[in-house]
């Protein structure tokens, strides 16, 4: 029997790390954060009153095993100038299931077999939430997509109310042996996960080691200036009982005209990977090489982080 992997996250994070860990013998399920709130996922949570779609849609995407032609028609984004303007197919499947089965996790698994997926998808909550972020300077900010846009420094991020997690994901994270942290925005991709109380009981009651795959480029605002030792940091302060086990970072070098153009039009930096602060840590670092360039874009290397990632949970 494969042992059990939990990956934790949201954005194209989430299902990036995906595509490379489903190569790997393994049993994945992937519990999807569901606060995102702009473009065709804000438009469909506002009219049909459901989670966010739209990260789900990325992940059942990148686990999915049929042909490419499908995974194209689910990502189709219509270009129109009526009110399907923006929208992708995708989202409007997943809403439909939604609709269709009553939920979005039932939804989530009528589509699944459609798609022939390597492991399981699973939403963090079935509840329509607002994600909040208190910023440094006092200012409360409504919203994801308004706390990724302000570009301030995040003091603490919290739901407007407090969610109820679904059962699927209490029990994968209990039942897991190995809980993996993906690499995405810290504040409103990864610690989202984080900020229900029930998950977090969940982690203190797992045996299951925590990993987290560090970012490789810094988030404007968020994540300014931020080491590898940064980030775990700020995980470590909302896991409860719990700690960051392992971490993957990159200590490869990104190529200097690239390195420029991120910092010129993104606002981006390379995450340091600051070895000389690991011993402080406490835990486990495997550092390697991860750099990878598509569409003259910063990258993690896929099939290199899937094997960092099976070859520890082998050990376990």
Do not use: W
Request: net charge negative; hydrophobic share 40%; aromatic share 6%.
């Amino acid at each position: 029997m494969n042992k059990k992997v939990v990956v934790l996250g949201g954005g194209t994070g989430l299902s990036t790390l995906l595509r490379g860990l489903k190569q790997y013998p393994v049993d994945i399920t992937a519990i999807v954060s569901v606060c995102d709130d702009g473009s065709s996922t804000g438009i469909l949570r506002e009219e049909f009153n459901i989670p966010a779609v739209g990260d789900i849609r990325r992940v059942l995407v990148s686990l999915s095993e049929t042909e490419p032609l499908v995974m194209e028609l689910f990502n189709y984004r219509f270009h129109t100038t009526s009110d399907l303007d923006g929208h992708t197919v995708g989202n409007l499947l997943l809403t439909a299931m939604t609709e269709i089965t009553g939920n979005l996790s039932d939804g989530i698994e009528s589509l699944s077999k459609v798609l022939n997926l390597k492991g399981k998808v699973v939403p963090l909550t079935e509840d329509n939430v607002v994600l909040m972020a208190e910023m440094e300077n006092g200012e409360i900010v409504e919203g994801e997509h308004n706390i990724t846009v302000a570009h301030k420094k995040i003091k603490r991020v919290f739901y407007k109310e407090e969610p109820t997690p679904t059962q699927a994901a209490l029990e994968a994270i209990e039942e897991a042996d190995l809980i993996v942290l993906s690499m995405g925005s810290l504040f409103t991709s990864i610690i989202p996960n984080l900020i229900c109380d029930k998950i977090v009981t969940s982690l203190e009651k797992s045996s299951a080691k925590i990993m987290y795959v560090c970012n490789m480029m810094t988030q404007p605002g968020e994540t300014d200036n931020f080491t590898v030792t940064d980030h775990v940091a700020m995980l470590n302060q909302y896991l409860g009982k719990r700690k960051v086990d392992v971490v993957i970072a990159n200590n490869g070098e990104v190529l200097p005209e690239l390195a420029l153009k991120y910092e010129t039009l993104e606002q981006k930096d390379a995450v340091r990977y600051d070895a000389e602060n690991f011993k402080k840590m406490d835990n486990q670092v495997i550092g390697d090489d991860l750099v990878t360039v598509s569409n003259n874009m910063i990258r993690h290397n896929v099939i290199k982080l899937g094997f960092h990632i099976f070859s520890y949970l082998m050990q376990l």
